[in-house]
Every structure is written in structure tokens, then in C-alpha cells.
């Protein structure tokens, strides 16, 4: 009984492994405590797929939503966007992927996107947490893709708040157009490299203690 339920558990985190891949062209550089995809193919956009769910907590999550903030955003067959060419004015809005944490007192939260869009301006990006937190991010990929762009931004957060925003700023002018195809976020929790170290003397000396009482 207990083997066959160790079977299980181990093809279910291949299972979940390999959705992990999948969603990714780019691996992230960690193991994902959690995974959340917006793939827009369907019409109900907004609602994202949770890959990979934190192993650390099996309590209930509000769920991630994607907001388009006094916007004509628009779903297309199997993307978003706003298509601007006929337009007259310019089309300014922010999309916003609001992202509900788990209660996680660690302090270093690890993050890891991967986006596939094409924008025909200079967008803006950027990552905003609570007051009292600090989030530091960069583009380390840029990689033309069909007529689209896909980019991976890692970064980090000074401890796991209780939400983080992904921010694209758009402008569109007349004639122009913004679309999104693909967004993917991972995300890993750890205490602070002192707080391993830490341990890893801690139990260092546990163990030659019991070594030699054993001797």
C-alpha cells in the first residue's frame, strides 16, 4: 500500500514537472515552488493555469487575476492586445497581472518570467510590491520569435509579501498595435543564504557531538 502510493506521488511530480517544461522555452534557473501560465487561448483570458502549487502549503489561495485598468484591451484568437491602427487618439492603460501570495515568512523570493509579446513602440515594465518590500529585476533574454518577441526577466524580493504586480505600461499610438501571446511566472521561497549556513554548522556540530558519544 505504501509503496504503491509512493508510485503515485512520484508520477504525479513528473507529471507536473514536465507541464513545467512545457509551459517554458526557458527553464527557470530553480526549482519552482510555483508556476502560473497565461496562455489568452481562450475568452476568459484572465484566468491563469497553476502548473506547479506550492508543495510548502496545501491551504486555500485567492486566485491570480490579469486586470486590464480603463482599457479597450482585446482578446483575439489565442492572444490579447489592442490593435490601434485605424485609431485616431492614443491608447494608454496599464495591464496588470496581480499575483496573491502564500503566508511565507521566508526572506528571499526568488522569480522567474518568461513572455512572448510584440509590441510596434517602446513599452515600459516593471514590478511593484507592497510598501515595507523591495523587488529588483532584469531582462537577461531577448530572442525574436515568428513576428513576436520573447524575453525572460529574472528577479528577486526582499522577503515574500502578500502580493506582487507585473506591470506592462502600454501607450499605443495611432496606427500602432500592442499584443501579448504568452506569460509565464515561476516563483521559489528560501531563507536567506546566512540562515544555511547557519544550519549547515548547526548540524555539523550535532553530528561530531553524537560521533563521539557514540565513541
Same mark, same amino acid.
Given at each position: 500500500m505504501k509503496k504503491g502510493f509512493i508510485v503515485l506521488l512520484c508520477c504525479l511530480l513528473s507529471i507536473a514537472a514536465l507541464a513545467t517544461a512545457q509551459a517554458?522555452?526557458?527553464? $527557470?534557473?530553480?526549482?519552482?515552488?510555483?508556476?502560473? @501560465?497565461?496562455? /489568452?487561448?481562450?475568452?476568459q483570458w484572465w484566468i491563469p493555469e497553476t502548473i506547479v502549487g506550492p508543495t510548502w502549503d496545501q491551504g486555500d489561495w485567492v486566485c491570480d487575476d490579469v486586470s486590464p485598468i480603463g482599457s479597450p484591451i482585446q482578446y483575439f484568437d489565442g492572444y490579447i492586445g489592442v490593435d490601434n491602427t485605424a485609431g485616431?487618439?492614443?491608447?494608454?492603460? &496599464?495591464?496588470? /497581472? @496581480?499575483?496573491?501570495? +502564500? &503566508?511565507?515568512?521566508? $526572506?528571499?523570493? +526568488?522569480?522567474?518570467?518568461?513572455?512572448?509579446?510584440?509590441f510596434s513602440y517602446e513599452d515600459s515594465f516593471e514590478v511593484i510590491v507592497p510598501e515595507g518590500y523591495t523587488a529588483d529585476w532584469d531582462i537577461i533574454n531577448e530572442t525574436p520569435v515568428d513576428n513576436a518577441i520573447r524575453d525572460n526577466m529574472t528577479g528577486t524580493i526582499e522577503k515574500n509579501p502578500p502580493w506582487e504586480e507585473f506591470v506592462w505600461h502600454f501607450n499605443v499610438a495611432p496606427g500602432e498595435t500592442a499584443y501579448i501571446y504568452d506569460f509565464c511566472l515561476s516563483t521559489q521561497c528560501v531563507p536567506e543564504p546566512s540562515s544555511f549556513i547557519v544550519l549547515a554548522a548547526g548540524l555539523g556540530i550535532l553530528g561530531r557531538t553524537i560521533i563521539r558519544r557514540r565513541k
Open positions: 517554458y522555452v526557458n527553464n $527557470p534557473p530553480f526549482n519552482p515552488q510555483r508556476t502560473i @501560465h497565461w496562455s /489568452f487561448d481562450s475568452a485616431l487618439e492614443y491608447v494608454i492603460f &496599464d495591464l496588470v /497581472f @496581480h499575483v496573491n501570495n +502564500y &503566508d511565507n515568512n521566508n $526572506p528571499i523570493k +526568488y522569480i522567474w518570467d518568461e513572455a512572448i509579446y510584440a
